[in-house]
Nanobody
Framework: QVQLVESGGGLVQAGGSLRLSCAASGRAFSTYVLGWCRQAPGKERELVAAIMRTGGTTYYADSVKGRFTISRDNAKNTVYLQMNSLKPEDTAVYYC?????????????????WGQGTQVTVSS
């Protein structure tokens, strides 16, 4: 198991940027596939980005492609989500997720470790 703690959320104007961080405790961070998911009020949780163990392969939802960048630093046990050109529809609670494995995970239900979430609010 790995414990995940997100930070970096906040209020930003449309067009602005935020960088989310997720610090992990526990062993073998580099054996985990990582993802960032979000959940807006009244909507289902959705996966917005995922990254393989070494960071060489990534996935992005169409809604964030070209604006968000996921990265990881295995030496620091941390995964990041750089969010640029933010839109009001990006407003949600953002969650860090993880699962040990050897393939990229594309579904929310594939992840079995979750952080507590951090609120991102984009004003118009």
């Amino acid at each position: 198991q790995v414990q995940l703690v997100e930070s970096g959320g906040g209020l930003v104007q449309a067009g602005g940027s935020l960088r989310l961080s997720c610090a992990a405790s526990g062993r073998a961070f580099s054996t985990y596939v990582l993802g960032w998911c979000r959940q807006a009020p009244g909507k289902e949780r959705e996966l917005v980005a995922a990254i393989m163990r070494t960071g060489g392969t990534t996935y992005y939802a169409d809604s964030v492609k070209g604006r968000f960048t996921i990265s990881r630093d295995n030496a620091k046990n941390t995964v990041y989500l750089q969010m640029n050109s933010l839109k009001p529809e990006d407003t949600a609670v953002y969650y860090c997720a993880a699962r040990q494995g050897t393939r990229l995970l594309y579904r929310v239900q594939d992840y079995d470790n979750w952080g507590q979430g951090t609120q991102v609010t984009v004003s118009s």
